[in-house]
């Protein structure tokens, strides 16, 4: 699944940068990890169907 993201953003000519990370679970763990990139810090919202899938 991973890899179709990356190729509509090349498909798209949508510019990223990939940066890989232990889990998240609160902003402030950003500042533990010391993860720096340009951006703004912003949660994410996960949803997901009964099934879990």
């Known amino acids: ?3 179709k993201v990356y ?3 090349n498909k798209l000519n949508i510019k ?3 940066v890989d990370h ?3 679970f609160a902003c402030a763990d950003n ?3 010391q993860i720096k990139f340009d ?3 912003c949660k994410n ?3 997901r169907n009964k099934d879990k899938s």
């Open 22 to 24: 232990p889990p998240l």
């Open 1 to 3: 699944m991973e890899e």
């Open 45 to 47: 919202l996960f949803i």
């Open 16 to 18: 990223y940068e990939k």
């Open 31 to 33: 500042d533990k990890y």
């Open 39 to 41: 951006g703004t810090i």
């Open 7 to 9: 190729e509509m953003f």
